[in-house]
């Protein structure tokens, strides 16, 4: 499945159980929002004057390890472990 952002605007709808705009459905839109809503407190919590970067360095890493585990999954994964 590929992840499809809303457009926001008049594109998103709340009635049934996907948006019209994006084609999520509306489960999936909240827990997205309740994802971004933990790091924005966290961020926020932390006091961090830079929170483009820190955004930025969760959203990089998130999307190293899930190829890491994507890959793990499929088998591509030899076994070693080096420092």
């Not at 827990?31 to 961090?48: C, H, I």
């Not at 899930?66 to 088998?75: F, S, T």
């Amino acid at each position: 499945m590929k992840f499809n952002p809303c457009r926001g605007g008049d594109f998103c709808t709340r009635e049934g159980t996907h948006c019209e705009g994006c084609g999520r459905s509306q489960q999936e839109i909240s827990e997205t929002s309740e994802l971004v809503g933990a790091v924005v407190s966290y961020a926020l919590e932390k006091g961090f004057e830079n929170i483009e970067e820190f955004t930025a360095y969760v959203g990089d890493k998130a999307a190293k390890k899930a190829r890491k585990a994507l890959q793990e999954q499929a088998g591509g994964d030899i076994g070693l472990s080096l420092p």
